[in-house]
């Protein structure tokens, strides 16, 4: 039986100096899988997931092999892409404000999503839309459905759009830093939601950031990512307990805080694996 | 205008409060704060999105006046000072913001951006302001870790990290007594976060700073401060020494604002 996402030798070059910005990346995540994506700004991270959605704009140039369910999706027309996406996989973007239309109620996204991939009429989708919206946590989702992004806060409208990512039931959710614009107390309730959501759907989850602390608590298997190539791979316990190579021991370092003596000098990343260095 | 005290607090609000009208309701952003800040404190202010710290520190720091209550500096009164009274606060506070990206001028080179506080009209007279810009400008640049080459740039040409080191170097420019820094890390990558609060932990020894440091994030505050207030619904709802609020919080917010950071987890 094939894996559910199969990523082989992807490589992505930008605009006309090829500039290579993901470098023979592979990856494979089964049903139900969550694999975090850690690396630090610029190590290639929301491109991978982005080549493997197909939303790269047309300056990209993708190369390897992405297979979903053992079917090559790399170089698909945008037209058949556009059917998986949001039904078979979906994302969660990291500025819900800037992934959301500002103009639209956040009710009628959701049942947007549900219209695009259904067929459902906008009438009939209302109480899976409510339904949905209090699934994500959301204590109030009538007055939420009838409000516009802008009189949401922050983790309110992180949670529409989960909403809008989990209703069709996807088999793979790709979360780009969903919680990086969030404060402490809501991103730990958005993440513990997004845990619940992703078990009862039995989803996998291809998850993005560059916060190792957050990634482990979502994630049973984690892949390093620096300068668009794939450093290490492994469970999360091998890899945060025992990182093998001195770039994921940097993060590992910077991402425990709460153990670094107060006013202290606190590690780098480059204290560990130099700029440039094979790491 | 009296002269500037030296031995009582550097700040002390009293019966702080600021409404806002919003949608037709009043909004009590802060609500009937007493606070002391003095002279070498490193105050953590933590509390989630609207609870009412930045407002706080606007008060503080004279850019915004109460709907009732008191600020004083030096122990003068700020909330009824003009602003030509408000020149000395204005040199000696200076405040870091969240977003290198968008509390840059785009349009300023790097130069510039650093000397704004140096040429301001109110500040540019005070006796302590540093008379020779171009050398303060490289000076400063160099205390935060930059080439003073890079004056000639624009900010976009500028990490993250980066861009936050050139608004501590703007905040610096003036000599200030006292650096407020509104969640400076908070838009930054955790292996950043680190350089920028090594960076501040270092001037604020070096240059002898006071300073007021506004975070979501008790882990970082714990970091750089000795003290810290936690905020909520515009209160303080508890205040102590760092080590004795992290290790035994009274009150359930704190508690609960502990127990949501996010730690490895090796599952």
Same mark, same amino acid.
């Given at each position: 039986?094939?894996?559910?996402?199969?990523?082989?030798?992807?490589?992505?070059?930008?605009?006309?100096?090829?500039?290579?910005?993901?470098?023979?990346?592979?990856?494979?995540?089964?049903?139900?899988?969550?694999?975090?994506?850690?690396?630090?700004?610029?190590?290639?991270?929301?491109?991978?997931? =982005?080549?493997?959605?197909?939303?790269?704009?047309?300056?990209?140039?993708?190369?390897?092999?992405?297979?979903?369910?053992?079917?090559?999706?790399?170089?698909?027309?945008?037209?058949?892409?556009?059917?998986?996406?949001?039904?078979?996989?979906?994302?969660?973007?990291?500025?819900?404000? *800037?992934?959301?239309?500002?103009?639209?109620?956040?009710?009628?996204?959701?049942?947007? !999503?549900?219209?695009?991939?259904?067929?459902?009429?906008?009438?009939?989708?209302?109480?899976?839309?409510?339904?949905?919206?209090?699934?994500?946590?959301?204590?109030?989702?009538?007055?939420?459905?009838?409000?516009?992004?802008?009189?949401?806060?922050?983790?309110?409208?992180?949670?529409? =759009?989960?909403?809008?990512?989990?209703?069709?039931?996807?088999?793979?959710?790709?979360?780009?830093?969903?919680?990086?614009?969030?404060? !402490?107390?809501?991103?730990?309730?958005?993440?513990?939601?997004?845990?619940?959501?992703?078990?009862?759907?039995?989803?996998?989850?291809?998850?993005? #950031?560059?916060?190792?602390?957050?990634?482990?608590?979502?994630?049973?298997?984690?892949?390093?990512?620096?300068?668009?190539?794939?450093?290490?791979?492994?469970?999360?316990?091998?890899?945060?307990?025992?990182?093998?190579?001195?770039? *994921?021991?940097?993060?590992?370092?910077?991402?425990?805080?709460?153990?670094?003596?107060?006013? #202290?000098?606190?590690?780098?990343?480059?204290?560990?694996?130099?700029?440039?260095?094979? #790491? | 205008?009296?002269?500037?005290?030296?031995?009582?607090?550097?700040?002390?609000?009293?019966?702080?409060?600021?409404?806002?009208?919003?949608?037709?309701?009043?909004?009590?952003?802060?609500?009937? /704060?007493?606070?002391?800040?003095?002279?070498?404190?490193?105050?953590?202010?933590?509390?989630?999105?609207?609870?009412?710290?930045?407002?706080?520190?606007?008060?503080? %720091?004279?850019?915004?006046?109460?709907?009732?209550?008191? @600020?004083?500096?030096?122990?003068?009164?700020?909330?009824?000072?003009?602003?030509?009274?408000?020149?000395?606060?204005?040199?000696? +506070?200076?405040?870091?913001?969240?977003?290198?990206?968008?509390?840059?001028?785009?349009?300023?080179?790097?130069?510039?951006?650093?000397?704004?506080?140096?040429?301001?009209?109110? /500040?540019?007279?005070?006796?302590?302001?540093?008379?020779?810009?171009?050398?303060?400008? %490289?000076?400063?640049?160099?205390?935060?870790?930059?080439?003073?080459?890079?004056?000639?740039?624009?900010?976009?040409?500028?990490?993250?990290?980066?861009?936050?080191?050139?608004?501590?170097?703007?905040?610096?420019?003036?000599?200030?007594?006292?650096?407020?820094?509104?969640?400076?890390?908070?838009?930054?990558?955790?292996?950043?976060?680190?350089? +920028?609060?090594?960076?501040?932990?270092?001037?604020?020894?070096?240059?002898?700073?006071?300073?007021?440091? @506004?975070?979501?994030?008790?882990? @970082?505050?714990?970091?750089?401060?000795?003290?810290?207030?936690?905020?909520?619904?515009?209160?303080?709802?508890?205040?102590?020494?760092?080590?004795?609020?992290?290790?035994?919080?009274?009150?359930?917010?704190?508690?609960?604002?502990?127990?949501?950071?996010?730690?490895?987890? @090796?599952?």
């Amino acid at each position: 039986m094939s894996a559910l996402l199969e990523v082989r030798d992807l490589s992505v070059r930008f605009g006309r100096h090829r500039t290579l910005a993901v470098d023979r990346v592979s990856l494979t995540l089964d049903e139900g899988d969550r694999l975090g994506l850690v690396g630090e700004s610029g190590s290639g991270k929301s491109v991978t997931a =982005l080549a493997v959605l197909g939303l790269l704009p047309e300056t990209a140039t993708v190369t390897g092999s992405v297979r979903w369910q053992g079917r090559e999706i790399l170089g698909l027309p945008d037209r058949e892409l556009a059917k998986l996406r949001g039904q078979e996989f979906s994302m969660v973007f990291q500025e819900p404000m *800037t992934a959301l239309d500002p103009l639209m109620k956040a009710g009628r996204q959701v049942a947007e !999503v549900l219209g695009l991939h259904r067929g459902m009429a906008r009438g009939a989708s209302r109480p899976l839309v409510l339904e949905m919206l209090a699934a994500v946590g959301l204590a109030d989702p009538v007055r939420i459905a009838d409000s516009y992004p802008h009189q949401l806060s922050g983790g309110q409208r992180q949670r529409v =759009l989960m909403a809008m990512a989990l209703v069709n039931r996807p088999d793979l959710v790709v979360c780009d830093e969903p919680t990086t614009a969030l404060d !402490v107390t809501v991103q730990a309730r958005v993440l513990a939601t997004l845990d619940e959501r992703l078990d009862d759907a039995g989803a996998a989850c291809l998850f993005i #950031s560059h916060d190792l602390a957050v990634v482990s608590q979502v994630c049973a298997r984690v892949a390093v990512l620096r300068h668009g190539r794939l450093v290490e791979q492994g469970t999360t316990a091998q890899v945060l307990g025992a990182p093998q190579r001195p770039y *994921t021991r940097g993060l590992v370092a910077v991402a425990s805080l709460e153990h670094a003596e107060p006013g #202290s000098r606190l590690p780098l990343v480059d204290d560990f694996a130099r700029d440039g260095g094979a #790491s | 205008m009296t002269t500037p005290g030296t031995e009582g607090p550097l700040f002390r609000a009293a019966g702080l409060t600021r409404e806002f009208r919003r949608d037709g309701r009043v909004v009590r952003a802060v609500d009937g /704060i007493d606070l002391e800040v003095h002279r070498g404190d490193q105050l953590g202010i933590v509390g989630e999105s609207g609870s009412g710290k930045t407002t706080l520190i606007r008060l503080l %720091a004279a850019l915004d006046r109460p709907t009732s209550g008191q @600020v004083w500096f030096n122990g003068q009164d700020v909330t009824r000072a003009s602003s030509k009274q408000l020149a000395t606060l204005r040199s000696q +506070v200076q405040i870091v913001f969240q977003d290198p990206r968008s509390s840059l001028d785009p349009r300023m080179r790097v130069g510039e951006i650093v000397a704004e506080p140096l040429t301001s009209r109110l /500040i540019r007279r005070l006796p302590d302001t540093p008379r020779d810009v171009r050398a303060r400008v %490289a000076e400063v640049l160099e205390l935060v870790g930059l080439e003073p080459q890079m004056a000639p740039r624009h900010p976009h040409e500028f990490s993250g990290g980066q861009r936050q080191r050139i608004a501590i170097a703007r905040a610096l420019a003036p000599r200030p007594r006292v650096l407020i820094a509104d969640e400076p890390v908070s838009a930054l990558d955790v292996s950043v976060r680190a350089q +920028v609060l090594n960076l501040l932990t270092d001037l604020v020894r070096q240059e002898d700073l006071t300073m007021l440091f @506004v975070s979501h994030d008790l882990a @970082v505050v714990r970091h750089v401060c000795d003290r810290v207030a936690v905020m909520r619904q515009g209160r303080i709802v508890e205040h102590g020494p760092l080590q004795q609020v992290w290790d035994a919080p009274s009150d359930p917010y704190t508690k609960e604002l502990l127990a949501a950071m996010p730690r490895l987890a @090796v599952t």
